[in-house]
């Protein structure tokens, strides 16, 4: 188990200085990094905005309805009380009918 402990090590630290070739700092490499940082920033800025947003998406909306027409449904098949339905199938209270 030891010799095979120090034949994996090396065989590391060989993997190691390969990977060191051509990885020195450059003005180039820094450049880039800060444009990666940056363009990171930016698609974490983009999905913030996006999911302001999500409630406008049409399957979202379309899910909405059907929610409705289920709940609508429900109550006119087996005359449950609208919050009866809403505690059953765990429907938040300020969950609003969309237009």
Known sequence: MLSEGSQKHA?????????????????????LAKELSSLRDQREQLKAEVEKYKDCDPQ?????????AIKSWAKRKFGFEENKIDRTFGIPEDFDYID
């Open 11 to 31: 065989s590391l630290q060989k993997s190691i200085e390969k990977a060191k070739i051509g990885r020195c700092e450059t003005e180039e490499r820094t450049r």
């Open 60 to 68: 979202v909306v379309e899910e909405i309805h059907n929610i409705f």
